[in-house]
C-alpha cells in the first residue's frame, strides 16, 4: 500500500512537472485572451516552456593506459580419505 501511494505521488509530481511543457489549448484562438484567462496557468502569465536539445559533443581524444598483469593459477590434486560408501563385497 505504501508503494501505491509513493508511485501515485511521484506520477503526480511529474504531471506537474511536465505541464507547462504540454500545455496548450487547441480549442480556443491564438486572438482571443479574454478566454485564455480562464486557464489558471495562462492567466498567471506562465508561458509554454520549450526544450532545447542538450548540446553533448564526444571527444577530440581519449587518453587511457593499459595496465596488463600475469596470472598464473596452479591447479592441485586432493586425495580424501573416506571410506566407500558402496554396500561390502559378497
Known amino acids: 500500500m505504501m508503494r501505491l501511494k509513493l508511485g501515485i505521488l511521484l506520477a503526480f509530481a ?4 511536465t505541464e507547462p511543457v504540454y ?8 486572438g482571443s485572451t479574454a478566454l485564455q484567462s480562464l486557464c489558471a496557468v495562462c492567466a498567471s502569465g506562465a508561458d509554454r516552456v ?7 559533443t564526444a571527444p577530440n581524444f581519449v587518453v587511457y593506459s593499459l595496465e596488463t598483469r600475469d596470472i598464473t593459477l596452479h591447479a ?8 566407500s560408501r558402496a554396500p561390502p563385497a559378497a
Not at 76 to 83: A, C, D, G, K
Open 14 to 17: 511529474a504531471l506537474l512537472a
Open 23 to 30: 500545455h496548450n489549448h487547441p480549442l480556443i484562438p491564438d
Open 50 to 56: 520549450t526544450l532545447s536539445a542538450p548540446a553533448v
Open 76 to 83: 592441485r590434486t586432493l586425495e580424501l580419505s573416506l571410506p
